[in-house]
């Protein structure tokens, strides 16, 4: 996405879209959040509860890209980038575990410890005394080891801090609303329609099919 693009072709045409985003995982949450500092119209539509999808499967480590750097040197330092920019925006999602890498047979440490430095990757050499004094579940498998920046980070609180974020900055996130048709208008998306699913969430709202008026400035819901 060309976000600061998108931003100012529609301030010069003065017009601010209204962004329909589906699914409430920590990626769409995320883009609400990042349209709506940006001043855009967003609505995220999530058909169970957030982070129900594969965010709420998924495994939660957060790599330093040292496991990567000796096979895609490229995608470690953004894997490294990554872990670094979530420690500045949401530290209080991660718990600092670190990491340790078992060396292949043909790996040599020190060389994956020094492109680590090179890539910019915070990396070190264990020797055998320090597994043995840190980790002895493993000290007998290896004669020496890489220690990592790696960490953990809690796919739950970052996808609710992600919506909360994005409602203060305007975005209206509905759960229990799904998506179960799209209004083509001359070959462009016009709307979609919606259902509410029942459940307490949601209760007193109505139960069926509406139509998401998109096509113009407005939000129009019709039952």
Request: include cysteine; glycine fraction near 10%; aromatic fraction near 6%.
């Amino acid at each position: 996405y060309k976000y600061t693009a998108l931003t100012d072709q529609c301030s010069s045409m003065g017009y601010t879209p209204h962004v329909l985003i589906i699914g409430g995982g920590v990626l769409g949450t995320a883009i609400a959040r990042d349209f709506a500092i940006r001043g855009l119209e967003v609505t995220l539509l999530e058909q169970g509860i957030l982070s129900a999808g594969t965010t709420g499967r998924m495994q939660g480590v957060l790599y330093s890209g040292a496991q990567f750097v000796a096979d895609d040197p490229a995608g470690a330092r953004r894997c490294w980038r990554e872990n670094q920019f979530l420690r500045r925006i949401a530290d209080h999602c991660i718990e600092e575990t670190g990491g340790v890498i078992l060396p292949a047979e043909d790996q040599d440490v020190e060389a994956v410890v020094e492109t680590c430095e090179q890539s910019g990757i915070s990396a070190s050499q264990l020797s055998a005394d320090q597994l043995e004094h840190d980790y002895p579940a493993i000290a007998e498998e290896a004669d020496d080891a890489i220690r990592t920046q790696d960490a953990v980070v809690d796919p739950f609180r970052l996808t609710l801090a992600n919506a909360e974020s994005a409602r203060n900055y305007g975005a209206e996130i509905k759960t229990k609303t799904r998506v179960v048709d799209f209004r083509d208008e001359n070959g462009q998306l016009a709307g979609v329609e919606i259902e509410y699913v029942s459940s307490t969430e949601t209760a007193g709202a109505p139960t069926g099919p509406l139509d998401w008026d998109i096509a113009g400035d407005d939000t129009e819901y019709s039952q």
